[in-house]
């Protein structure tokens, strides 16, 4: 993440690599390199991304009833950072939002199980790319990003009409991870998942 004229943010992502560094438990450097620089792993981590309302929590889901190990970031790795120290605590806003990088660290380098997709997004995402083999980003268009936020409930971190367009400002910039796979989210969801996992394979 190019924090140097960020602001805030880049303050906050300062703090937050400062007090929470990925590491191993150990404390030792995560993984290898090559030479060219990638990390290297054994196992297969997917990375499913996409904006609010795009289907990461659906397909995480879908994902577990069919017997495949994934993990919803939202609800294992991420909170609202302190924009000072980068712990969390801070105010819930978006430019906040950050995976706690031990227990994603944790999770990636683990040699089980041989395959993980990990559903969700974060501010820090980018500093964990490395550990992935491949980055899928759901791609729905404006309309159905509209629909389908305005019928949120709290329980699926409702937003309002600011957010919404926010979200849908962002989807219309098509931002995504570095080298990310565009699926067609807008697809019934077994389609979603079917594609999702050929392109996996």
Not at 139 to 165: K, Y
Request: glycine share 8%.
């Amino acid at each position: 993440m190019d924090v140097s004229d960020q602001g805030w943010l880049g303050k906050l992502a300062e703090a937050y690599y400062a007090s929470t560094r990925p590491k191993s438990p150990s404390g030792r450097t995560p993984l290898s390199s090559d030479k060219a620089g990638t990390v290297a792993m054994a196992k297969r981590n997917y990375l499913v991304e996409g904006l609010s309302g795009a289907g990461k929590s659906s397909v995480y889901e879908e994902l577990i009833r069919r017997g495949y190990k994934a993990i919803s970031t939202d609800r294992a790795w991420a909170y609202y950072a302190d924009p000072d120290t980068g712990l969390p605590g801070g105010p819930i806003h978006h430019d906040n939002w950050m995976w706690d990088g031990e227990k994603a660290v944790s999770e990636l380098e683990s040699p089980e199980p041989e395959v993980l997709f990990v559903c969700g997004g974060s501010r820090n995402r980018d500093h964990f790319l490395p550990y992935f083999t491949k980055v899928f980003n759901l791609r729905i268009d404006n309309d159905t990003m509209r629909r389908r936020l305005r019928t949120r409930t709290a329980d699926d971190w409702e937003v309002g009409p600011d957010e919404i367009e926010r979200v849908l400002e962002r989807n219309r910039s098509g931002e995504t991870p570095a080298g990310a796979i565009d699926v067609d989210a807008t697809q019934p969801l077994n389609q979603v998942v079917d594609e999702l996992l050929r392109l996996a394979n």
